[in-house]
């Protein structure tokens, strides 16, 4: 042994580092060197190119302009919140100002004499009017939580609430709404409005009371926010006496009240069921059980709030008055013409304010001016649209998380900004009354302080205790600076309450602001996070599981888990390499979010653990070697192959990844990689002998795996289950999709959104080239930009197509979803439906448990599309069935769907029965269409171009009744292309038509329409605005899409094969034996059917030819001199060559005996080990497989039968193609449930040839009844149609538009003769029109309303990196680094470079930059370079220890930024550097970061040898694999092999086989191993 090891330690730098360990098993049979030495004359290099293709394309591009957006966004939202808040606020202290019956104000002198002085009192019927505005304003938010409540109880599922949780909210709202308008029909009017808007400052009290009663004792710092609460809460007790006190007027004491009612109304915001104290937290718990209740609560409360502000206005007149029906019998003249008496007095000198109508002496000369009556409208209007501004943008601020900036900031600075332009306004106009005369009439003004009062504000007390106020309320509305919901959150998850208040809209927006919006994960609870994973570096998916089944729900179980499961057929190379890329992209961001989390010490909002399955399917073929073993078929071998190619292109440097585990499972074998990123992907390999194929069964297969194995068997609590269950996602793929990780993100986002969302799609973009690919990019675009918007936005998507979207595992585990998918197709219409369209039957099922289904058009993945005109009609022959099948299900079952999902409504049921219809009658609409275009292209008459017309689709129909598919398709493909020709002549005949008809024809008007909708459509569109262009090819292929597509699936319903893709099944010599026997014996039946058969019957047979043959036409055939065929010489070739091949098997079994090491065997042999013991020399027996069993006696004493067990050594196991990975076996538990899936669901389905003929007369059936009722339907559409259009003189509809007038002059009379001419219009044919002009009108609505979601989704997801976005504490050292924590690991892990050196590409810039080129040099560091690291965490720990590795205790700071600028700026990948931004204080905190988690390394006295030595040597790890020392999570670098392994799926962590450690380029002797340690 110690020879061996020798041996190993002299030649190891040689092996190539994936491959190193543990390989050298005996069943590989000698050298697991597969890399040859590097020779000196053979080191130029092939570096992968960066090829940016389909979703890599036009990226930075992006990035960019959304950045640009999001700038523009922050400061457009600023300012609209800012701006709209004050015009609120000073809209409604005008109104108010208007009230006091004893207000006086300076009428302008300009026009009733310049030497003269004049006020105005307004009348009573003026200020009713104001008070009705008053009125109205605070009940249109009410009006629209009504329709929000009443619209979310029809469409949504609603709970009736305990009486008393109804009763107490009843009254809190109700004493608010008392509050509010005691607040401004009774103090606001009789305080000056300075005064006014500091008082709305102090509305905080109750819920700073119970703030401070709220505050846990868990709560950090808490002794000091006490403090500050009750200064806070002082300060707005204030409030209660310093008008009062300062105004002398005893009904100023009516403040406290006002302002303490007020208050009451955001008591819910404040309370915490975390309160020590019991009141509060019941009140909590009341809270909380009464969100479920709120919408059908309010639909009563905003009713009622309506009326008791109502009450309260006449109750505050009666006391004021002695009288309230003046508030009713003024409202007309109010709001209609009135006069307004202008009085005229001696002219006052001095003085600080206005006096009091008793003290003015009026000299009699009083004037009479019309009021201007829409004043007060005006202001309504303008106070609505103001405060509705300020909340819908301030919401959206909080989706896009930009609360701190554009929300919190403009909200609190609405009263300073409001008193400043109030003191400038109220100062302007005591100077000069004619100031505003333009502007507002000149009766109408503020109630204005007194004059000193300006000039002694910043001195005077005032302003110190409103400072007071204002700092009071910014502390108990801290909540809104600190957001913690996640991005695009709902509307409930943003506001207590569902709308705001109209009349205090920056209070409503500081305190209805939801105060517990808790992130799922907090940066205190990482550690613990750490702690319940295991002490593992990364397990697979953690299962995280204790052995016990605690009640308590942890915080690991909110993690989201991420499994992307692709099922594979028979993809091509490059389909392949996109696939294998986008996992690997995928796996590479997974793991800089696993590093930064776990080193850096960062909360990341978007981390996921994630781990990939393919399911090939059809995945095994009968084997060259021996028809009773079976290897893997051709595309399995292309997927192993092609994994490095495209794992090189990703990383931009050649790297090889460990070859795969290999296990032998139940339905066929497994192969597991490790990615360089330590994420899993595992190909399942199905065998159909074994287990059903098809893509459905392969998605059973997985959801039972994944979410029924892996989930519900785990020896958790249920309540812990229901979390992960909730936050696992099957990314479903199809094995060519191409997408970025950002495409993910997005998806998750929709989903953290709404727990009620079953699953959600991207925008997916067809790749390809070709006119066939050219007309699905515009058709995908308009589908997209259209049709699935419409559906997002108005009810439901109905398909997320399986080639990329993303599930919710809890939705798919409901009832009548996953259970019911196993279904198995019995009838002929479960063909159609469930195996056709499987993605749109899954989405059915989910809808109709209630799920929503979701489209984000920002997440964009690429397919390959069918490039041939067959492939592609054969999808579509697939789709289109299926599609009507699926959405007939849902409209047939609509009344339940519509109970018990919230989001299907009736007129969204009504909008996809128009599109059915349209669907339907679509092959006649487009009959109809040529037949009127063949009139006005070709000036012939209607029943000409009826005849013309039919006839081609009439026989096409009898093709495709006939003909085999072939021929259909080369008919349709013939009839297309003749259809092209003749629909560019109907273009141009439309041009004509509409010329004549004029631009308000229908058919003008419908046109217009259309264009311009796909027009506008592509320009809101930009980085797919492209794809319009094919739209000329789409308007050419009409007739070929929705007509003869359409018959051609109807007609061919009853084939259910896939049709693409399908490629020749190998069979074995026993079935093309059969084959062959059974096509001879059909060729014999035929002639023996056929006409005058029996007059050949009796003459000579089919083995007799003769020298002379002659026939008539094959009625009569003579043969002359007749003798027996010769043998077929075909068949003796291959006889002849099945003979060479037993020999050469023969020769190499003999071959394998005497040189076991020099031949490396494909047949794993169980007798390996005792077989080296014996003398090469000694009998070699013949293969056993060979051998006859007569001589099996002989054989046996040397090379035993291998016998072969699917579970333990199958044949594919040793394939040379499958690389020489290792072999590993299931558990028991796991191949139980495999054996258990198998027989209950996935057991292949016997070929029984009764039930596929009974299931093939069945599909004719169905075929026949759907092509009839579709004909039917049609027929009568095109009859009713055309007889009408035939007959139009008769029966039409006069267009209104596009009149023709004709004037005509007769001479002899001399007389004008003046017709018009009305274009006529058929009904049917108009109804037609309008009914696609509805949809379109629908589609482009609701695509603008999409659009602009899509955009906040984007500003959303998007970080600026430059500081005038962000608070000033936002800007710290730490904070920056938390944000660009993920993109300093992406750096620092790059496997590009770590190995080479830092391959320099070029040398500076300038013209002569090419001939300083290193290229000799980089030549012989490439040629010196052993071994490549193949995972990143690997690369990122070199480099992170490279940061902290100062032995001269230099300044870390500047190793660092040396560092960053070696690395990141020299390496030629200039997109790194332009992505960051690390200032000097970035690179300090990452210093700070990196001594502290190397100090806690210190700390700990852990010093394994495996962790100590950093270019470990294999043989001394493999000592130390089985140490079961508890490694703390600190020791982060200490990644000994512990933790909890799961052995199915992890490899031993760092320092064994998977972690690939550097080797030094040198051998490393045992002295310097040691020194260096």
């Known amino acids: 042994m110690a020879t061996h090891h020798g041996l190993r330690h002299e030649s190891d730098e040689n092996f190539s580092d994936d491959e190193s360990f543990p390989l050298t098993h005996d069943i590989y049979g000698g050298s697991t060197r597969t890399v040859p030495d590097t020779k000196g004359w053979d080191v130029f290099r092939d570096p992968p190119t960066k090829v940016d293709s389909g979703s890599m394309a036009n990226q930075k591009c992006l990035d960019i302009t959304v950045k640009i957006f999001k700038a523009i966004a922050y400061l457009v939202t600023f300012v609209i ?32 004499g310049r030497d003269k002085q004049f006020v105005v009192k307004l009348p009573q019927e003026e200020r009713v009017a104001w008070m009705w ?268 998380m930009i609360q701190g900036f554009s929300y919190a900031f403009p909200v609190n600075l609405t009263i300073p900004v409001s008193i400043s332009l109030l003191i400038t306004a109220c100062g302007l106009r005591n100077d000069d009354p004619c100031f505003f005369n333009e502007t507002l009439p000149g009766y109408l003004f503020y109630q204005s302080p007194p004059v000193y009062f300006f000039n002694d504000f910043i001195t005077h007390q005032h302003a110190w205790v409103w400072m007071l106020w204002l700092l009071s309320q910014t502390w108990i509305t801290l909540h809104i600076w600190t957001p913690k919901c996640e ?45 319940e994973k295991g002490d593992e570096y990364y397990e697979t998916i953690s299962n995280h599981t204790d052995g016990s089944t605690p009640k308590t729900i942890k915080n690991s179980d909110h993690i989201t888990r991420i499994y992307a499961c692709a099922t594979m057929w028979h993809e091509n190379k490059e389909e392949m390499i996109e696939f294998l890329k986008s996992i690997l992209r995928l796996d590479e961001d997974q793991s800089a979010r696993r590093v930064a989390q776990k080193y850096l010490r960062v909360v990341d909002p978007d981390y996921y653990e994630f781990e990939t399955h393919i399911f090939f399917d059809d995945a095994f073929e009968i084997s060259d070697h021996n028809d009773d073993d079976t290897q893997v078929n051709r595309f399995v071998k292309l997927l192993v192959s092609t994994l490095d190619e495209a794992a090189s292109d990703v990383h931009q440097t050649h790297i090889r990844i460990r070859p795969p585990k290999k296990i032998p499972t139940p339905y066929g074998g497994r192969l597991i990689w490790t990615l360089p990123g330590k994420t899993k992907m595992i190909a399942h390999l199905k065998d159909k002998m074994k287990i059903r194929h098809r893509k459905r069964w392969s998605q059973v297969m997985y959801m039972y795996y994944l979410l029924g194995h892996r989930l519900m068997e785990l020896p958790i609590s249920v309540d812990r289950k229901a979390v992960i269950a909730e936050n696992t996602y099957l990314l479903t793929l199809d094995g060519d999709i191409d997408f970025q990780p950002s495409a993910v993100t997005l998806l998750i986002d929709l989903m953290k959104k709404n727990k009620n969302l079953g699953a959600a799609c991207g925008r997916i973009h067809p790749v390809g080239s070709g006119p066939m690919v050219w007309y699905q990019m515009f058709e995908y675009a308009i589908g997209h930009w259209l049709q699935k918007a419409t559906e997002h936005m108005i009810g439901c998507v109905l398909c997320s197509p399986g080639c990329f979207s993303l599930f919710r595992g809890k939705s798919l585990m409901d009832d009548n979803v996953m259970k019911k998918y196993t279904t198995r197709s019995d009838e002929a219409r479960h063909y159609v439906q469930y195996d056709q369209g499987e993605d749109r039957w899954l989405c059915t099922l989910l809808l109709q448990r209630g799920y929503r289904v979701e489209y984000s058009a920002a997440s964009d993945a690429y397919t390959h599309a069918p490039e041939g005109f067959n492939e592609f009609y054969n999808q579509r022959r697939r789709w289109v069935p299926s599609t009507i099948a699926n959405i007939m299900d849902l409209l047939v079952d609509y009344k339940k769907t519509i109970k018990i999902n919230d989001n299907i409504s009736m007129p969204y049921i009504g909008y996809q029965i128009l599109l059915m219809g349209g669907t339907i009658l679509g092959p006649g609409t487009i009959f109809l269409m040529l037949v009127g275009a063949f009139v006005a292209a070709f000036q012939i008459d209607n029943w000409t171009s009826f005849y013309y017309n039919i006839v081609p689709i009439f026989f096409f129909m009898l093709v495709c009744f006939t003909c085999k598919s072939n021929i259909q398709l080369l008919c349709a493909q013939i009839l297309s292309t003749g259809y092209a020709l003749i629909m560019m002549a109907v273009i141009v005949g439309t041009a004509l038509q509409l010329r004549e008809d004029g631009i308000g024809s229908p058919s003008a008007i419908f046109l217009i329409a259309m264009t311009s909708s796909f027009f506008i459509a592509a320009c809101l569109h930009p980085q797919e605005f492209w794809c319009i262009v094919p739209g000329i090819i789409y308007l050419l292929s009409i007739p070929s899409m929705y007509l003869l597509l359409i018959l051609y699936s109807i007609i061919n319903l009853n084939v259910v094969s896939w049709g693409t893709r399908e490629v020749a099944v190998k069979l074995t010599k026993k079935e093309l034996e059969q084959q062959r026997k059974e096509a001879e014996e059909a060729k014999k039946k035929a002639k023996q059917k056929s006409l005058l058969g029996f007059l050949q019957g009796g003459g000579t047979s089919d083995d007799d030819e003769g020298s002379i043959e002659l026939s008539v036409a094959g009625l009569f055939k003579f043969m002359l ?167 139009k003189d008769q029966i039409h509809v006069k267009w209104p538009l596009g009149i023709r007038t004709n004037i005509t002059y007769i001479e002899e009379t001399s007389e004008v003769h003046i017709s018009k001419e009305y274009l006529q219009l058929e009904p049917i044919g108009l109804v037609f029109v309008f009914f696609f002009a509805l949809i379109l009108v629908i589609q482009f609505t609701a695509m603008l309303f999409h659009r602009f979601g899509t955009l906040a989704h984007i500003l959303a997801s998007t970080d600026l990196n430059f500081g005038c976005s962000k ?129 806690e390394r210190r700390k700990s006295n852990m010093q394994t040898l495996g962790a100590k030595n950093e270019y470990g040597n294999n043989n001394v790890i493999r000592n130390h694999r089985n140490s079961t020392t508890s490694i703390p999570i600190k020791d982060v670098f200490d990644n000994g092999p512990n933790g909890q392994v799961n052995k199915a799926y992890e490899e031993e962590t760092y320092g064994s086989r998977s972690s690939l450690p550097m080797h030094p380029r040198n051998s490393v002797n045992w002295k310097g191993s040691l020194s260096r340690m």
């Open 81 to 112: 919140v800012l701006g709209s808040g004050v015009i609120a606020k000073g809209t409604l202290l005008f109104m108010t100002s208007q009230l006091s019956p004893d207000k006086v104000t300076t009428y302008c002198n300009r026009e009733l």
């Open 1121 to 1287: 001199c007749t003798h027996q065929k010769a043998g077929d010489e075909k068949a003796q070739l291959i006889h002849i060559a099945d003979t060479l091949e037993g020999l050469t098997k023969r020769l190499d079994h003999i071959e394998k005996v005497i040189d076991p090491q020099g031949h490396a065997s494909r047949r794993r042999s169980m007798s390996a080990s005792s077989r080296g013991d014996h003398h090469h020399l000694s009998a070699v027996a013949e293969d056993p497989t060979e051998e006859s069993s007569d001589s099996d006696s002989e054989t046996m004493s040397t090379v035993p039968q291998n016998k072969r067990d699917d579970l333990i050594n199958p044949y594919w196991i040793e394939d040379p193609d499958l690389r020489k990975g290792e072999v590993e076996f299931l558990s028991s538990t796991e191949i139980a449930f495999w054996k258990e899936l198998l027989d209950k669901y996935l057991y292949p389905i016997d070929e029984n040839k009764e039930e596929k003929a009974r299931i093939a007369r069945e599909l004719i059936e169905l075929r026949n009844k759907s092509v009839f009722a579709f004909f039917m339907f049609n027929a009568l559409f095109v009859l009713v149609v055309f007889l009408l259009q035939l007959n």
């Open 133 to 400: 505005c008053l009125v109205f304003a605070f009940w249109v938010p009410q009006l629209g939580t009504l329709f929000r409540s009443s619209r979310m109880c029809v469409f949504k599922s609603w709970k009736k609430p305990a009486f008393s949780h109804f009763l107490i909210v009843f009254l809190c709202e109700t004493a608010h709404t008392i509050g509010i308008a005691l607040l401004v029909f009774y103090v606001l009017p009789d305080l000056d409005v300075v005064k006014g808007a500091m008082l709305t400052n102090c509305v905080c009290f109750i819920p700073g009371v119970l703030g401070l009663l709220s505050r846990s004792n868990k709560e950090s710092k808490r002794f000091i926010k006490v403090i500050v609460d009750l200064f806070a809460i002082a300060a707005q007790a204030t409030g209660f006496v310093v008008w009062p006190i300062v105004e002398q007027k005893p009904e100023m004491w009516l403040i406290p009240v006002a302002i303490f009612l007020t208050s009451i109304g955001w008591w819910e915001n404040y309370i915490s069921k975390h309160s020590p104290i019991p009141f509060i937290k019941r009140l909590g718990k009341i809270k909380e059980e009464f969100e479920g209740c709120r919408y059908f609560s309010y639909i009563f409360i905003s009713i009622w709030k309506c009326i008791i502000f109502m009450i309260s206005l006449l109750v505050i007149m009666f006391v004021k008055h002695g009288e309230a029906g003046f508030v009713f019998t003024d409202f007309s003249p109010g709001f209609g013409a009135h006069k307004i008496t202008i009085l005229e007095i001696k002219p006052t000198l001095g003085g600080t304010t206005m006096p009091d109508l008793t003290e003015l002496i009026t000299t009699g000369d009083d004037t009479t001016i019309n009021a201007n009556d829409m004043s007060p409208v005006y202001v309504l209007m303008i106070n609505i649209l103001a405060s509705y501004l300020c909340y819908i943008f301030g919401k959206f601020a909080c989706k896009i």
């Open 1367 to 1495: 608070k000033k504490e936002d800007l710290s050292p730490n904070a920056l680094l938390d944000r660009q924590a993920v993109e300093i690991v992406k750096q620092l892990q790059r496997l590009q470079g770590i190995d080479d050196g830092d391959y320099e590409n070029d040398s500076g810039s300038g013209p002569d930059r090419i001939g300083r080129r290193k290229t000799i040099h980089n030549l012989e560091r490439a040629a010196q370079r052993k071994r490549q690291i193949g995972t990143l965490d690997v690369a990122f720990k070199k480099r992170f220890a490279k940061l902290n590795a100062n032995p001269e205790g230099g300044n870390v700071s500047l190793k660092i930024s040396t560092y960053y600028s070696n690395v990141f700026f020299t390496t030629g990948t200039p997109i790194l550097s332009r992505r960051m931004t690390m200032g000097k204080e970035t690179m300090k905190a990452l210093e700070v970061r990196v001594n502290s988690v190397m100090a």
């Open 487 to 531: 991005r695009l959150a709902r509307t409930e998850k943003l506001y207590v309450s569902p709308m705001y208040d109209g009349l205090l809209i920056d209070q409503s927006m500081g305190m209805n602001r939801r105060r517990d919006d808790e992130a799922d994960v907090k940066t205190e609870e990482l550690d613990e996070i750490q702690k």
